[in-house]
């Protein structure tokens, strides 16, 4: 599963995570960190921060873009099923 992981008042010249979403073209699932619990847990210096979390809970890989110039969709999800068949 994907799920992506913002925090609240952190999107920038967007303003909110609805008009962030509309412009970039996304629909995933996505938590709001209020409280900046995940933000500093995973210590993210970057908001948004995309996150391939392993079966043992360890931070397998990771970007901060998705878009232009960014890793892309399609590669983050072939990073994550790549890690996910690891045994």
């Known amino acids: 599963r994907f799920v992506g992981i913002h925090t609240a008042g952190r999107y920038g ?31 993210m ?16 890989d990771f970007t901060t873009d998705l878009g232009i110039g960014g890793i892309g969709v399609d590669a983050l999800l072939a990073r994550a099923n790549k890690i996910a068949m690891r045994k």
């Open 45 to 60: 210096q970057w908001v948004p921060t995309y996150l391939i979390i392993d079966k043992n809970g360890t931070i397998a």
């Open 13 to 43: 010249r967007w303003g909110s995570l609805d008009a962030y979403f509309k412009e970039k073209g996304y629909s995933y699932p996505v938590a709001i960190d209020d409280d900046k619990t995940a933000y500093n847990a995973f210590k």
